[in-house]
Protein backbone atom coordinates (compact mmCIF):
# COMPACT_ATOMS: atom_id res chain seq x y z
CA UNK A 1 0.00 0.00 0.00
CA UNK A 2 1.48 3.38 -0.57
CA UNK A 3 0.87 6.52 0.42
CA UNK A 4 1.05 10.07 -0.43
CA UNK A 5 0.67 12.53 2.45
CA UNK A 6 0.37 16.31 2.76
CA UNK A 7 0.08 18.63 5.60
CA UNK A 8 -0.29 22.10 5.30
CA UNK A 9 -2.61 22.84 8.56
CA UNK A 10 0.07 25.25 9.96
CA UNK A 11 2.80 27.72 9.00
CA UNK A 12 4.94 24.76 7.89
CA UNK A 13 4.68 22.26 5.13
CA UNK A 14 5.57 18.62 4.31
CA UNK A 15 4.84 15.97 2.10
CA UNK A 16 5.25 12.51 2.62
CA UNK A 17 5.56 9.28 0.86
CA UNK A 18 4.53 6.09 2.71
CA UNK A 19 5.74 2.59 1.18
CA UNK A 20 4.18 -0.33 2.65
CA UNK A 21 4.46 0.61 5.55
CA UNK A 22 8.01 2.24 5.66
CA UNK A 23 8.68 5.93 5.44
CA UNK A 24 9.90 5.94 2.07
CA UNK A 25 10.83 9.94 2.37
CA UNK A 26 9.86 13.32 3.49
CA UNK A 27 10.05 16.96 2.46
CA UNK A 28 9.44 19.68 5.43
CA UNK A 29 10.00 22.99 5.67
CA UNK A 30 8.89 25.60 7.97
CA UNK A 31 10.11 28.76 5.98
CA UNK A 32 7.32 30.76 5.85
CA UNK A 33 6.46 30.75 2.43
CA UNK A 34 3.26 30.16 1.63
CA UNK A 35 2.44 26.78 0.65
CA UNK A 36 0.96 27.28 -2.60
CA UNK A 37 4.60 27.93 -3.79
CA UNK A 38 6.23 25.08 -1.71
CA UNK A 39 3.57 21.95 -1.88
CA UNK A 40 3.54 20.82 -5.49
CA UNK A 41 7.20 21.57 -5.96
CA UNK A 42 8.07 19.63 -2.76
CA UNK A 43 5.85 17.03 -3.90
CA UNK A 44 7.36 16.58 -7.74
CA UNK A 45 10.91 16.35 -5.81
CA UNK A 46 9.94 14.02 -3.57
CA UNK A 47 8.59 11.07 -6.14
CA UNK A 48 10.87 12.11 -8.30
CA UNK A 49 13.79 11.39 -5.79
CA UNK A 50 12.78 8.50 -4.78
CA UNK A 51 11.88 6.77 -8.60
CA UNK A 52 8.07 7.48 -7.58
CA UNK A 53 5.35 8.47 -9.97
CA UNK A 54 1.60 9.53 -8.94
CA UNK A 55 0.67 6.29 -10.67
CA UNK A 56 2.03 4.39 -8.02
CA UNK A 57 0.42 5.97 -5.52
CA UNK A 58 -3.42 3.81 -3.91
CA UNK A 59 -4.11 6.15 -1.69
CA UNK A 60 -3.42 10.32 -1.34
CA UNK A 61 -4.15 11.46 2.34
CA UNK A 62 -3.82 14.93 3.60
CA UNK A 63 -4.69 16.89 7.10
CA UNK A 64 -8.22 17.84 6.65
CA UNK A 65 -8.77 20.24 9.85
CA UNK A 66 -8.61 22.00 12.32
CA UNK A 67 -5.92 24.36 11.69
CA UNK A 68 -5.39 27.27 9.42
CA UNK A 69 -8.59 28.16 6.80
CA UNK A 70 -6.32 28.93 4.16
CA UNK A 71 -3.60 26.22 4.51
CA UNK A 72 -6.17 23.66 4.98
CA UNK A 73 -7.85 24.91 1.49
CA UNK A 74 -4.53 24.84 -0.04
CA UNK A 75 -3.24 21.40 0.49
CA UNK A 76 -7.19 19.27 0.35
CA UNK A 77 -7.09 21.15 -3.20
CA UNK A 78 -3.56 19.77 -3.98
CA UNK A 79 -4.51 16.16 -3.16
CA UNK A 80 -8.03 16.25 -4.93
CA UNK A 81 -6.66 17.03 -8.23
CA UNK A 82 -3.81 14.58 -7.90
CA UNK A 83 -6.19 12.07 -6.78
CA UNK A 84 -9.17 13.22 -9.45
CA UNK A 85 -6.49 12.86 -11.98
CA UNK A 86 -5.14 9.04 -10.93
CA UNK A 87 -8.51 7.85 -10.28
CA UNK A 88 -7.66 7.13 -6.41
CA UNK A 89 -9.24 7.12 -3.09
CA UNK A 90 -8.16 9.99 -0.01
CA UNK A 91 -8.00 9.48 3.26
CA UNK A 92 -9.22 12.68 5.44
CA UNK A 93 -6.99 12.61 8.59
CA UNK A 94 -7.91 14.51 11.46
CA UNK A 95 -4.39 17.22 12.03
CA UNK A 96 -4.55 16.45 16.04
CA UNK A 97 -4.44 12.88 15.09
CA UNK A 98 -1.71 13.42 12.79
CA UNK A 99 0.59 15.04 15.99
CA UNK A 100 0.24 12.35 17.88
CA UNK A 101 1.68 9.44 15.80
CA UNK A 102 4.81 11.71 16.04
CA UNK A 103 5.06 9.84 19.71
CA UNK A 104 3.93 6.10 18.12
CA UNK A 105 5.76 3.51 19.76
CA UNK A 106 6.06 5.51 22.94
CA UNK A 107 4.11 5.37 26.47
CA UNK A 108 3.04 8.72 25.93
CA UNK A 109 0.05 10.54 26.69
CA UNK A 110 -0.47 12.86 23.96
CA UNK A 111 -2.51 16.26 24.11
CA UNK A 112 -2.24 17.53 20.86
CA UNK A 113 -2.88 21.14 20.35
CA UNK A 114 -2.84 23.95 17.63
CA UNK A 115 -3.47 27.21 18.01
CA UNK A 116 -7.11 28.79 17.80
CA UNK A 117 -6.20 32.41 19.09
CA UNK A 118 -7.74 34.00 21.81
CA UNK A 119 -6.10 31.71 24.68
CA UNK A 120 -7.81 28.95 22.71
CA UNK A 121 -6.76 25.68 21.20
CA UNK A 122 -8.00 22.78 19.15
CA UNK A 123 -7.57 20.15 21.13
CA UNK A 124 -7.85 15.95 21.51
CA UNK A 125 -6.44 13.91 23.93
CA UNK A 126 -4.05 10.46 22.80
CA UNK A 127 -2.47 7.19 24.22
CA UNK A 128 0.27 5.42 22.46
CA UNK A 129 -0.10 1.86 23.81
CA UNK A 130 2.44 -1.08 23.80
CA UNK A 131 1.24 -2.84 20.73
CA UNK A 132 2.16 0.73 18.51
CA UNK A 133 -1.31 1.83 18.19
CA UNK A 134 -2.65 5.06 19.00
CA UNK A 135 -5.93 5.40 20.85
CA UNK A 136 -8.28 8.47 20.87
CA UNK A 137 -9.43 9.50 23.88
CA UNK A 138 -11.65 12.52 23.38
CA UNK A 139 -12.44 14.01 19.78
CA UNK A 140 -11.20 17.10 18.82
CA UNK A 141 -12.62 20.19 20.24
CA UNK A 142 -12.04 23.65 20.61
CA UNK A 143 -11.17 24.63 23.76
CA UNK A 144 -10.27 27.25 26.37
CA UNK A 145 -6.75 27.05 28.40
CA UNK A 146 -8.94 26.20 31.16
CA UNK A 147 -10.97 23.98 30.24
CA UNK A 148 -8.39 21.98 29.28
CA UNK A 149 -6.34 22.33 32.41
CA UNK A 150 -9.86 21.35 33.87
CA UNK A 151 -9.69 18.24 31.75
CA UNK A 152 -5.85 17.41 32.32
CA UNK A 153 -6.81 17.56 36.06
CA UNK A 154 -9.80 15.21 36.18
CA UNK A 155 -8.48 12.63 34.26
CA UNK A 156 -5.11 12.43 33.03
CA UNK A 157 -3.60 13.07 36.81
CA UNK A 158 -1.72 10.02 36.81
CA UNK A 159 0.57 10.46 34.50
CA UNK A 160 2.53 12.53 32.19
CA UNK A 161 0.95 14.74 29.89
CA UNK A 162 3.11 15.43 26.66
CA UNK A 163 1.72 18.96 24.51
CA UNK A 164 2.11 18.60 21.24
CA UNK A 165 1.95 20.90 18.24
CA UNK A 166 1.80 24.00 17.14
CA UNK A 167 -0.19 25.47 20.06
CA UNK A 168 2.02 23.22 22.62
CA UNK A 169 4.18 26.22 23.52
CA UNK A 170 1.28 28.91 24.11
CA UNK A 171 -1.04 26.51 25.70
CA UNK A 172 2.16 25.24 28.25
CA UNK A 173 2.90 28.83 29.82
CA UNK A 174 -1.07 28.98 30.17
CA UNK A 175 -1.47 25.97 31.76
CA UNK A 176 1.74 24.63 33.63
CA UNK A 177 0.97 26.75 36.88
CA UNK A 178 -2.59 24.56 37.47
CA UNK A 179 -1.54 21.22 36.09
CA UNK A 180 1.98 20.38 37.47
CA UNK A 181 2.15 16.82 35.46
CA UNK A 182 2.35 18.61 32.12
CA UNK A 183 5.31 18.57 29.62
CA UNK A 184 6.20 19.99 26.27
CA UNK A 185 6.92 17.66 23.37
CA UNK A 186 10.67 18.13 22.19
CA UNK A 187 10.68 20.82 18.96
CA UNK A 188 11.62 17.50 16.50
CA UNK A 189 8.38 15.79 17.48
CA UNK A 190 5.92 19.09 18.31
CA UNK A 191 4.87 19.94 15.43
CA UNK A 192 2.80 18.76 12.50
CA UNK A 193 4.13 16.30 9.81
CA UNK A 194 3.19 14.55 6.66
CA UNK A 195 4.69 11.27 7.83
CA UNK A 196 2.03 11.13 10.70
CA UNK A 197 -0.75 12.10 8.33
CA UNK A 198 0.08 9.10 6.33
CA UNK A 199 0.49 6.65 9.40
CA UNK A 200 -2.97 7.48 10.67
CA UNK A 201 -4.32 7.07 7.25
CA UNK A 202 -3.02 3.33 6.94
CA UNK A 203 -5.49 2.75 9.97
CA UNK A 204 -8.19 4.84 8.12
CA UNK A 205 -7.85 2.26 4.76
CA UNK A 206 -7.56 -0.41 7.26
CA UNK A 207 -11.46 0.50 8.78
CA UNK A 208 -12.98 1.24 5.16
CA UNK A 209 -12.59 4.69 5.95
CA UNK A 210 -11.08 6.32 2.35
CA UNK A 211 -13.28 8.83 0.43
CA UNK A 212 -13.34 9.83 -2.97
CA UNK A 213 -11.98 13.18 -4.07
CA UNK A 214 -15.28 15.02 -4.43
CA UNK A 215 -15.98 13.75 -0.54
CA UNK A 216 -12.58 16.12 0.56
CA UNK A 217 -13.74 18.64 2.72
CA UNK A 218 -11.74 20.41 5.48
CA UNK A 219 -13.18 20.16 8.80
CA UNK A 220 -13.33 23.18 10.78
CA UNK A 221 -14.34 23.12 14.41
CA UNK A 222 -15.18 27.05 14.15
CA UNK A 223 -15.72 29.67 12.10
CA UNK A 224 -12.92 32.24 10.47
CA UNK A 225 -11.82 35.03 12.54
CA UNK A 226 -13.47 37.28 9.88
CA UNK A 227 -16.98 35.86 10.33
CA UNK A 228 -16.77 35.72 14.09
CA UNK A 229 -16.02 39.41 13.96
CA UNK A 230 -18.89 39.98 11.45
CA UNK A 231 -21.28 37.83 13.82
CA UNK A 232 -20.10 39.75 16.66
CA UNK A 233 -20.74 43.19 14.94
CA UNK A 234 -24.26 42.30 13.43
CA UNK A 235 -25.02 40.84 17.49
CA UNK A 236 -24.40 44.63 18.65
CA UNK A 237 -27.08 46.35 16.82
Same mark, same amino acid.
Given at each position: ?????????????????????????????????????????????????????????????????????????????????????????????????????? =????? %?????????????????? =????????? %????????????????????????? %??????????????????????????????CFQQSAGVAMAAEKYIKLGKTVSSHQ??????????????????????
Open positions: MNILAMDSSAKSASVAYLKNGMLAGQFYINSGLTHSTTLMPMTENLLNIAGLSLKDVDVFAVSCGPGSFTGLRIGIAAIKGMALATDKPCAAVSTLEAIAYN =FKGTD %KLVCSLIDARCKRFFCAF =FRCEDNGEL %KRLTEDKALSYEEISEIINRDYTDT %KVTLAGDGAEAAYELIKSSADNIEAAPLHLLVPMYLSLPQAQRELQKKLRGK
